[in-house]
Nanobody, 115 residues
Framework: EVLLVESGGDSVQPGGSLRLSCAAS????????MTWVRQTPEKGLEWVST???????YYAESLKGRFTISRDNAKNTLYLQMSSLKPEDTAVYYC?????????WGQGTQVTVFS
């Protein structure tokens, strides 16, 4: 069974930092691209960042320089380091993987950036 479990969400002040984690199991983590997306009622679902199986990384243009995606294949864990957080970063953050033509999502972790 494929499982993706996010953690690390919290409430922080603007300018703060957080590191999100996504623990993966049930599939060959080191052979799959992994993605972070976020969701708000106002904007809907927004792509944040992707790391490929061979560690290439891609970011939404508006987030470059503030967010860093990484993966630890030995721990089957995906990370998202977020810095200089802004109120508009408030969202539920999900990790996502496409495996054998099926889409898998975690349950999400809430990030709130409050003034």
């Amino acid at each position: 069974e494929v499982l993706l479990v996010e953690s690390g969400g919290d409430s922080v002040q603007p300018g703060g930092s957080l590191r999100l984690s996504c623990a993966a199991s049930g599939f060959a983590f080191d052979g799959h691209d992994m993605t972070w997306v976020r969701q708000t009622p106002e904007k809907g679902l927004e792509w944040v960042s992707t790391t490929t199986w061979n560690h290439a990384t891609y970011y939404a243009e508006s987030l470059k320089g503030r967010f860093t995606i990484s993966r630890d294949n030995a721990k089957n864990t995906l990370y998202l380091q977020m810095s200089s957080l802004k109120p508009e970063d408030t969202a539920v953050y999900y990790c996502y993987a496409a495996i054998l033509s099926r889409n898998y999502w975690g349950q999400g972790t809430q990030v709130t950036v409050f003034s």
